[in-house]
């Protein structure tokens, strides 16, 4: 006799219905099922998520580009003022031509000591105090200043005209060897307001000259003579308007008389 066992009972077919699903047993009511609360950390598992590392960045200055830069102002300021040096130096271009040559040790300015310098023009030969002169009365024409090399002694009187054009005189001493006498061409050769001669019974290798100023040296590498030059050429000109073209080119101690500047050079003065 055959005892039959009762079977589970099989689940009833699943029927889909449409709205929100049922709330899974246990669930507090107006939960939303699967969703976390807020600020409760995500992650597999609902386990609290790692932290995450913080990603540093640099807050600091690059100085590297600074520092290039900073060389290279410090580098042109330098440039800069090294080419500025020449000008801004004592004596330099920057300055007044007055100033420049106060600067220029052992100059005389004739201009502020008292001296007497007559303009006049005086076709008589002239004794003056300065030896070269430096200023006073003088021949109706001037010598040649155009950077001329005048091989033998010229005219004080010429000269000095010469001297209140503008012109720097340089003269040196007669017996002053060859080689030095070259140095000194380099300085004046070419340059207009200048001009240079041998002069006989000079205290000095080198004496220079313009209206009312003197320098003496005795070495024909001093660099006074360049300075002085640059200071006075043209510059202390007593009549701006002056050129130093044409007048008298020959050599000599004395003057030219009116009628010799007549016949040679049609009465320039």
Not at 6 to 11: A, F, G
Not at 102 to 117: A, W
Not at 144 to 152: K, L, R, S, T
Not at 164 to 180: C, F, I, K, M, Q
Request: charged share 20%.
């Amino acid at each position: 006799m055959s005892i039959s066992t009762p079977s589970e009972p099989k689940n009833p077919s699943v029927v889909k219905v449409s709205g929100k699903p049922a709330a899974k047993p246990g669930a507090k009511p107006g939960t939303k099922t699967g969703t976390k609360a807020p600020g409760s950390p995500k992650g597999k598992g609902g386990g609290p998520r790692k932290p995450i590392a913080p990603v540093k960045v640099g807050g600091g200055r690059n100085w590297g580009p600074i520092a290039l830069f900073a060389a290279v102002g410090v580098i042109a300021v330098g440039i800069i003022g090294f080419a500025a040096w020449p000008s801004f130096k004592p004596g330099g271009s920057a300055y007044s031509w007055q100033t420049r040559a106060s600067q220029i040790d052992g100059i005389v300015n004739f201009r502020e000591n008292g001296t007497q310098l007559p303009q006049e023009h005086d076709w008589a030969p002239q004794k003056y105090e300065q030896n070269p002169p430096v200023g006073g009365k003088h021949n109706p024409v001037w010598q040649q200043c155009m950077g001329n090399i005048y091989d033998a002694p010229i005219p004080n009187e010429h000269a000095v005209h010469s001297l209140e054009h503008g012109t720097v005189w340089l003269a040196y001493r007669s017996d002053l060897p060859a080689n030095e006498v070259d140095k000194l061409k380099n300085k004046i050769k070419g340059k207009q307001f200048t001009m240079m001669a041998p002069f006989d019974g000079l205290d000095a290798k080198v004496s220079l000259q313009a209206w009312g100023y003197q320098l003496k040296v005795n070495d024909v590498n001093d660099s006074r003579i360049d300075d002085f030059i640059g200071a006075l050429a043209k510059n202390a000109s007593l009549e701006p308007e002056a050129g130093c073209s044409g007048g008298n080119t020959a050599t000599g101690t004395t003057p030219l008389t009116e009628q010799q500047a007549q016949q040679r050079l049609g009465g320039q003065g």
